[in-house]
């Protein structure tokens, strides 16, 4: 897991598992290498269990986040990501908060939103089942719904998982800014956040497009451009054309 942590240290920003639209480095590439199946099989192909490496992944998706050595959960989209701990000042930045734990309140949130965060709030790091029986409701995709929107404001993030008696392990989450209050106290201006997350996009991989950033970072696609253009003219990125589209590297 240590080796799995400075991966994520080293790339920046990946998935836990390849997604096609990403350009993101895979942790679980990094642990299995290209093409590995994820189960193990029985004569007929059907898959019997997770192969050796997929388990690994598996409990490493929630174990980094829980010991903090990486940030872990969909922050800049659907997919799961995880983030290097030294990335998190310049991601948190581009909320406009200062870094409080309770600074989600001047937020403009849906009503069910404001009620999950302030139930995690005032009651540490929470699984769904636990927020829904707080929250006295039985809609659980109202209530993942809700907790996938917060990971995206980065009001919530997830905090390791525990095992329930049917089904997958239940994901904890916890107010971003308390589980990383230390890598939040000192942030850098928007611009500059802007920068230093583009810039990590593009170290972690050969060549991108503004497309390529803008699915990354949750972007809109004329931002990244300006952002990729700014790298450019300091000499922190290298710009090619092919086939008439612009090409960004370190």
């Given at each position: ?29 990094e642990i299995s290498g290209p093409d590995a199946d994820w189960a193990t099989r ?66 403009e949130l849906e009503t069910l939103e404001r009620e999950v965060a302030e139930a ?16 006295g409701t039985t809609d659980r995709k109202a209530v993942d719904r809700a907790v ?103």
């Amino acid at each position: 897991m240590e080796a799995a942590a400075a991966f994520v240290d080293r790339v920046g920003i990946a998935v836990a598992w390849g997604k096609a639209d990403l350009v993101l480095p895979s942790l679980w590439r990094e642990i299995s290498g290209p093409d590995a199946d994820w189960a193990t099989r029985d004569e007929a192909g059907k898959a019997t269990g997770f192969s050796p490496e997929f388990d690994r992944l598996w409990r490493w998706k929630d174990e980094l986040p829980e010991r903090k050595l990486a940030c872990a959960g969909k922050h800049f989209g659907s997919a799961a990501l995880l983030i290097a701990p030294r990335l998190l000042a310049a991601a948190y930045a581009l909320t406009g908060r200062s870094g409080a734990a309770e600074d989600f309140r001047e937020d403009e949130l849906e009503t069910l939103e404001r009620e999950v965060a302030e139930a995690v709030l005032e009651n540490e790091p929470l699984t769904g089942p636990e927020i829904r029986r707080l929250l006295g409701t039985t809609d659980r995709k109202a209530v993942d719904r809700a907790v996938a929107r917060l990971q995206r404001r980065f009001v919530l993030t997830n905090a390791g998982a525990v095992e329930q008696s049917q089904g997958w392990r239940a994901i904890r989450q916890d107010l971003f800014a308390r589980r990383w209050r230390k890598s939040v106290e000192r942030l850098p201006a928007e611009d500059e956040a802007r920068r230093e997350l583009a810039l990590a996009v593009l170290a972690g991989t050969d060549e991108v497009s503004a497309a390529d950033v803008a699915a990354a970072l949750g972007w809109r696609r004329k931002l990244a451009e300006g952002v990729l253009a700014e790298l450019t003219s300091a000499g922190r990125a290298t710009e090619r054309q092919l086939d008439g589209i612009p090409l960004w590297s370190t």
